[in-house]
């Protein structure tokens, strides 16, 4: 995850690559594309409308090729839901590294922000902020892991539990890519990833049908916990085009993944507002 740094307002920060802009430019917009639907929430009976960040780092980063300061994603998607006149009741904030977790409260705390520290690992901060929100509310989680292993699977299962939540994630092509044979052979990660891919992955074809066949599982298996992927992945791709990481939404709602298309230009249309 790299050193951290100081930031422009003193707090500890991190470097990031300029494709960080581009996933939270996404994030941003499915927020406020959907502020009327979460708007629904906020003034009906549940008064529950709740943000959570389960990888959230210092809530600050400096761009390695420009310098340029840019939010971090907890700290981006906070700021949206207030412009657009629905901000999120509570907003929940995770990260296995203390120091960066406590940044990113920081800087929420300075804007007003109801921000809630988990503490602990991604699977538990993903389990205690089940426990604690209110099950009839609408709820949206960011996950965003540095590498395909921490996206266990148990985390999905956890917020899975959870009616009426949006899950926008970050699904790790480079580490597809890049580690597949290691992936292969010590099977650790995608243990963690797609529990059962052994019996599901026939690892005598191509590289590239292997890494087809782990999605397909995994999104197999989240078909099983009762959620629905949306069929369009959004590739972030680097400065010189090499394939990083997929964003793709998990959510029940059709209405939901019709927002995803509009926030990614992949439909259009007028829902309401």
């Known amino acids: 995850m790299g050193s951290l740094i100081e930031g422009d307002d003193e707090l500890p920060a991190e470097e990031v690559h300029d494709w960080a802009k581009d996933k939270h430019d996404r994030l941003r917009r499915y927020l406020d594309i959907s502020r009327a639907a979460r708007n629904k929430f906020l003034t009906g009976r549940a008064k529950s409308a709740t943000f959570v960040d389960l ?3 210092t809530g600050r980063a400096r761009i390695k090729e420009t310098g340029e300061w840019i939010d971090g994603s907890a700290v981006a998607a906070w700021k949206i839901s207030q412009e657009g006149g629905a901000p999120f009741s509570e907003v929940y904030v995770a990260d296995i590294e203390g120091e960066r977790r406590s940044a990113t409260v920081a800087r929420l705390r300075k804007l007003g922000a109801p921000v809630i520290e988990l503490e602990g690992a991604a699977i538990d901060a993903a389990a205690t902020y089940v426990n604690n929100v209110n099950p009839y509310g609408l709820h949206f989680a960011f996950i965003d892991p540095y590498r395909l292993g921490a996206l266990d699977f ?17 699904l790790s092509v480079m580490d597809l890519q890049r580690n597949l044979g290691n992936n292969l052979k010590n099977g650790k990660a995608f243990d963690c990833f797609a529990p059962g891919w052994r019996d599901k992955v026939e690892q005598n074809h191509s590289q590239f049908e292997i890494r087809r066949q782990v999605v397909e599982y995994w999104k197999e298996l989240i078909s099983g916990i009762g959620k629905r992927t949306s069929p369009h992945m959004e590739l972030i791709t680097g400065s010189r085009g090499q394939r990083l990481y997929w964003l793709l939404l998990v959510a029940n ?3 939901a993944h019709k927002f995803w298309n509009v926030a990614v230009d992949k439909g259009q249309g007028n829902f309401g507002f």
């Open 55 to 57: 990888f959230c780092g």
């Open 253 to 255: 709602h059709q209405l």
């Open 154 to 170: 148990k985390i999905m299962q956890s917020l899975s539990s959870l009616e009426r939540i949006d899950q926008l994630i970050h």
